[in-house]
Every structure is written in C-alpha cells, then in structure tokens.
C-alpha cells in the first residue's frame, strides 16, 4: 500500500496531457521553471500530494503562518493543448518513497492518457556556467528525436552521470508507448545556488516548443523573491535531511 495520499481538488476533462515535471533539486532549475510557467500562464490547482514520508516540518511563510510541505498538479489548456504541472517544496526524501511517489505520478499519467512526459533538472558544474547548455535524454530514441531541437545536445554518454530522483525515476518507469524526456540545463553545483540562467534556458525552449508566449526576462525581476525564498527552504530542509542521513548515503546527482 502507497504511503501518497492524493486528494483531487477539481475534476478536469483532458485530452492526452502532457506532463511537465519540476521539483526541487540540483540548483532548483526544474523548480524555478515550472513554478515560473504555473505563475505566468495562469495554471489552476487540481491535485494535492502529500504522504508521512516527507520531512517533518512546517515552512513559515511570508504571512507568519505555518504551512506543510507540499506538491501540487496545476492544470492548464493552451492552444487546445492540455498540460499538468508537477511542482512543489519537496522531492521524496528516500529511496522506497520516490518510488512510490514516482509510481503514484505515472498511475495518474495512466489514467489521463498523458502522451507525453517531460522532466526538468541540472547538471552541477564546479563553476557556473555564462550561458548553460541544455542536455535531452529519454525512454526511447522516439521520444529524444520528438523534443529536441538545435539549441540542445544529446551525446550524454561519459558526461552526465545518473538521475537521481523524481526527474529520473518518471523517464524509467514510464510506458514505452509514453514519450518521456528530461531536460537538463547546466548550473553550478553549490547546494545553496539558485539556478536562474539555467532555468531561462529551459523556459526560452519551452517557448520555442509549445507557444506559451512567456516574458521569460521577467524572471529577472523576480529573482530577489525567489532567492530569499527557496534558499530559506533549501537551508532548512538541509538541515533536516542532514539530521536524519544515514551514513554511507552521501549521492552526488543529477536532477
């Protein structure tokens, strides 16, 4: 039995959705973007997850009230295209967890008909990178051909290592009839670093491919915000999870 729970906040009719994941983790570059997209263009709140394997703790938010940790599924029709946003403060905190979370997210998949699903995350430098590259991969050379476009490399083989995580596990675990990608922009390394470069890398594609007609510039003017925020929670979770590592499970990874 899943330990997720996922409580439906508003029943949608979708026709063959496409999935975009962006939960925190190297640089937050997924979950810059994608909060950014369900700001810009407006995506409403249909699915609230939560489970008791995440971190114990409340975030004080701007208001001075407690809020759980969360992930949410945002909804959007654009272009007679129906897409589902994955975002949230957290990924799962352990191996058994992200796959169960993972495994809960592709039932929800099944049950949409998602035809396509497209995680986001980093590539950790030593230095940060002036202008990130953007990398594709996928579940199949389908699925790589279909999304990639000529500002984004594809030979990964000997310098990404694994994905680790939510971003990883969704490519995995997905169908094979499911044309399923990660994006991963370059950013720096530092588990404190905000990815902001890379995220505008993946937004201006984002653009590029689905015509959501975003002022990705705008970012700029909001990086203070996001700064102090997801640096706050960065560091407290940080703390949390370092409480409660066990030894011999130090990973450096991508996602």
Known sequence: MSSWKIKQLKSVSLSSPVLI???????????????FLVEEIKAKKIYEISSYTMPHSVFI???????????????????????????????????ISCYEFSGEIISLCKKHRCRDIITLG???LI????????YITGN??????????????????GIVGPI?????????MAD???????????????????????????LRYMNRRFKFGINVEKL?????????????????????????KKPGHDVNYIG
Do not use: W
């Open 21 to 35: 994941e962006g939960l925190p983790g190297i640089g937050n570059v997924g979950k810059v973007a994608v909060d």
């Open 61 to 95: 938010n701007d208001k001075n009230i407690v809020e759980l940790p969360k992930i949410e599924l945002y909804h959007k029709k654009h272009k007679n295209n129906d897409f589902l946003f994955l975002c949230g403060d957290v990924q799962p905190s352990d191996e």
């Open 122 to 124: 980093g590539i950790g």
């Open 127 to 134: 230095d940060i990178p002036k202008k990130p590259k953007i």
């Open 140 to 157: 199949s050379g389908r699925a790589v051909s279909k999304y990639k476009d000529k500002e984004m490399k594809d030979s990964l083989y």
């Open 164 to 172: 680790v995580g939510v971003t990883g596990l969704l490519l995995g």
């Open 176 to 202: 094979k009839s499911t044309n399923a990608v990660a994006l991963l922009s370059e950013t720096y390394g530092h588990p404190m670093h905000l990815g902001i470069k890379g995220a505008k890398e993946i």
């Open 220 to 244: 700029d003017k909001e990086i203070k915000e996001l700064e102090d925020e997801a640096l706050k929670r960065a560091e407290e979770l940080a703390k949390i999870q370092s409480q409660n």
